[in-house]
């Protein structure tokens, strides 16, 4: 029998235990061996969890605890389960964890500590899409060309209901925290975090990048306005919050931002609460993945499929490669990024106005694809001006931006949003 302690038995943690009891008989015949969870760790132990397991809440009960094989840590935060996980794996047993945002800071001391013991985190990344499987296992034969993803189901959620339904921004974040998809703190949502864990992990399988979340670009959904949603349509768009790591000669990009796509393209029309991720390899082409990116059944789903990988002894290292991938492939910074650009900005409504800006544009070498004019609801004698930019690099368009924002005919900030072709 394996034995397996749960740190943290909240949703997630609970189905793990409820799965792995009442799916008792397909989890042993698929693993060879009967999988029992024996302890679970809470904070709080005078709420009822629904679960048939012994509930403590001493982490140490089960790190320290020499009946069991496996700790699943299902915690969140950082340094508390960084610390409990590597006692569990100096105790010498096997760790199944769901926590991104521990990995985006810690996944290679980790790999480094495991060495030969199983450390698996399939539901970190995009819950209950097997998208670490595909990328550690079926995909090694292939260079990563890019990864391009739907990586947070709440602002999917949210982009969705805004774009669909014209819902507002505050009411449907506040309809997603009730729905439970949101973090605890939803910041991590709209403002791209939890997207740049997901998106860390996965591109430190693919190119073997060990960045942490500060080394990378990370913007939310926090300042889409109506203007953009209706001018994302007229042209053909949609909007995503989108996880990008993309190779460039020898250097990568990784980036998180909301993104105009085109409404055409698969990953347009993933709407809602799910994710999916692309992935285009130098030799297989275009692969897609998709399904259900939380929630506990779905992110349970994928703990359990670690668990009976471990208990098949299928666990290969933690990042996938046995030795530093050498490719020589290094992070392009923030400034090197290149893009499409969408900006949107309220202006005089007078004479010159526009020259005064392309001229500006211009002047930073900037070249204008498509431009549009629209009255400003908010403001009398002003007009909304939106541009489409042709490919120019981050450094190009924020230091544009910086200079439009100082001119006395715009007013407020200006928005902008990157657009993939
Ligand atoms: N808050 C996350 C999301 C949950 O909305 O996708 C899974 O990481």
Redo the contacts with the bound molecule.
């Keep these: 029998m394996v034995k397996i302690g749960i740190l943290g038995v909240g949703t997630v943690g609970a189905s793990v235990a409820n799965i792995l009891e009442q799916n008792a008989d397909i989890i042993e015949a698929r693993s060879g061996k009967k999988i029992v969870a024996v302890h679970g760790v809470v904070k709080n132990l005078s709420k009822d969890r629904g679960v048939n397991i012994t509930l403590s809440d001493n982490p140490y009960d089960v790190v320290d605890n020499p009946e069991i094989d496996i700790v699943v840590e299902l915690m969140g935060g950082v340094e508390e389960p960084y610390e409990l996980v590597k006692r569990a794996l100096a105790n010498g047993k096997a760790v199944v964890t769901a926590n991104?945002a521990l990995l985006a800071y810690h996944r290679y001391e980790l790999q480094e500590l495991a060495g030969d013991l199983p450390l698996m985190y399939e539901a970190s990344t995009a819950?209950g899409i097997p998208i670490i499987g595909a990328l550690r296992n079926g995909l090694t034969a292939n260079h990563i060309e890019s990864i391009q993803g739907i990586m947070?189901?709440?602002c999917n959620y949210m982009l969705t209901k805004m774009i669909k339904e014209g819902v507002r921004y505050d009411d449907v974040l506040a309809e997603a925290q009730e729905l439970g998809?949101?973090?605890a703190d939803p910041t991590f949502?709209v403002g791209g975090f939890?997207a740049a864990h997901k998106l860390l992990i996965l591109s430190s399988i693919a190119y073997g990048i060990d960045a942490k979340p500060e080394d990378i670009l990370i913007e939310g959904i926090q300042n889409i306005t109506q203007t953009d949603v209706d001018f994302a349509k007229e042209f053909g768009y949609e909007i995503k919050l989108l996880g990008i790591a993309k190779k460039v000669g020898s250097g990568v990009e990784l980036r998180v931002h909301a993104t105009m796509i085109p409404s055409e393209s698969m990953i347009a029309k993933v709407d809602g609460v799910m994710?999916a991720v692309t992935v285009r390899g130098d030799r297989v082409g275009e692969t897609m993945y998709y399904g259900p990116?939380?929630g506990g059944n779905a992110t349970a789903s994928a703990v359990i499929a670690d668990i009976v990988d471990i208990v098949r002894g299928n666990s290969n290292p933690m990042l996938g490669y046995k030795k530093s991938l050498e490719s020589g492939l290094k992070l392009l910074s923030r400034d090197e990024i290149r893009s499409h650009y969408y900006l949107r900005m309220s202006v005089d409504d007078k004479k010159g106005v526009l020259a005064e800006i392309t001229q500006l544009l211009s002047r930073h070498d900037i070249s204008i694809e498509a431009m549009m004019q629209k009255p400003d609801h908010d403001k009398d004698e002003c007009v909304e001006l939106l541009f489409i930019i042709h490919e120019c690099s981050e450094k190009m368009i924020q230091d544009a931006i910086v200079a439009l924002e100082a001119l006395d005919v715009i007013h407020g900030k200006i928005g902008m949003i990157r657009i993939e072709q």
């Design positions: 991104k819950g947070n189901g709440t998809y949101a973090e949502d939890d994710n990116g939380a």
